[in-house]
């Protein structure tokens, strides 16, 4: 049996609150294989992307991972990249464990143009000089299918669209050939004749380098050409995980069945689309999460933050003081 890239194994998150930790994934396990698109989809709020920043240890201080996730990279041991210092886990970012974010348009560094972005991220992890560099950025804008490459190498975010700015994020992410793509919601802000070309290359890519992929997601019905496997999560919790074409179509959980029955396709134009609690009306799938105890913390009294006339600047260019 062939070794998994990825074995999450119980995993849990917690939250510091102010008197007491919020559990926001509760003991999950799943497992990726090499050349495998693994798709985790659920409502806003279960603990999807959470769970791939985890992966990266992008999360704040607050947040207390338990459990693990041995991550086995090509010719090295496995390793849990939970415990892994500072220094270690830069190693692993970018290189070996790639993440194309939600939302495009603020991933980008909007004072720096495309072309220089896709650059650094080379240079980080691979040797070499600026020229190869740049050469590698022109074929990967290629690779993805971005319009005359030598020209949005020299453009800002700004000056790209949603889609195109998405191309950038993949090409950046896929420029170190990373074993396991991490592509949280990608469309999400894409028009909806545009999401399925960028699951189309996702899926192409991963088929022409021949790395994992994990694809979180909302919406069951994007996932249905692209996913090997899917894992449905619900209040931080598994209810469901198996083949795809199992799963989308013989669904044995309601939850998922829920999520299939609320895809607006099946409903007319026009009527009002159904939500996932219509369909759990009256079941109580999983009781709220806390951790083991414990009890949630209760807002405090009086204003927690406060903010005043918030200014942010981007500066174009350099004076001489710096």
């Given at each position: 049996m062939q070794k998994a890239l990825l074995e999450v194994n119980n995993f849990t998150l917690d939250f510091n609150g102010a008197t007491a930790p919020t559990r926001a994934v509760n003991g999950i396990s799943f497992s990726i294989a090499p050349g495998e698109l693994v798709a985790v989809v659920g409502e806003s709020g279960s603990g999807k992307s959470v769970t791939a920043l985890s992966m990266l240890q992008l999360l704040p201080a607050a947040a207390l991972p338990g459990g693990s996730m041995l991550f086995t990279a090509p010719g090295k041991p496995a390793v849990n990249i939970l415990s892994l210092d500072k220094k270690a886990i830069r190693k692993v970012r970018g290189k070996d464990i790639a993440m194309i974010f939600q939302e495009p348009m603020t991933s980008l560094n909007p004072v720096f143009t495309c072309g220089s972005q896709v650059m650094e991220?080379?240079?980080?992890?691979?040797?070499?000089?600026?020229k190869a560099a740049?050469?590698?950025?022109?074929?990967?804008?290629?690779?993805?299918?971005?319009p005359e490459p030598a020209?949005?190498?020299?453009?800002?975010?700004?000056?790209?669209?949603?889609?195109?700015?998405?191309r950038v994020m993949?090409?950046?992410a896929i420029s170190c050939n990373p074993a396991l793509l991490i592509a949280d919601e990608p469309t999400t802000a894409l028009d909806v004749t545009v999401q399925q070309?960028?699951?189309?290359?996702?899926?192409?890519?991963?088929?022409?380098?021949?790395?994992?992929?994990?694809?979180i997601t909302h919406d069951l019905g994007l996932v249905a050409d692209v996913a090997d496997k899917v894992v449905v999560l619900y209040k931080g919790q598994?209810?469901?995980?198996?083949?795809?074409?199992?799963?989308?179509?013989?669904?044995a959980h309601a939850y998922t069945k829920a999520l299939l029955q609320c895809r607006p396709a099946l409903h007319?134009?026009?009527?009002?689309?159904?939500?996932?609690?219509?369909?759990?009306?009256?079941?109580?799938?999983?009781?709220?999460?806390?951790?083991?105890?414990?009890k949630l913390a209760s807002p405090a009294a009086g204003i927690a933050?406060?903010?005043?006339e918030l200014q942010v600047h981007y500066p174009g260019k350099r004076n001489w003081p710096g």
């Open positions: 991220a080379i240079m980080q992890h691979q040797p070499g000089s600026k740049r050469q590698k950025v022109m074929e990967l804008f290629a690779q993805v299918q971005l020209v949005v190498f020299n453009k800002y975010p700004h000056q790209l669209s949603g889609g195109q700015k998405q993949i090409a950046m070309s960028i699951l189309q290359l996702i899926k192409q890519l991963q088929q022409q380098q021949g790395m994992s992929v994990l694809l598994i209810v469901e995980q198996g083949a795809a074409a199992t799963v989308l179509q013989q669904p007319a134009r026009g009527s009002r689309l159904p939500v996932v609690g219509d369909a759990l009306a009256g079941t109580t799938i999983l009781p709220a999460l806390q951790p083991e105890n414990s933050l406060q903010v005043q």
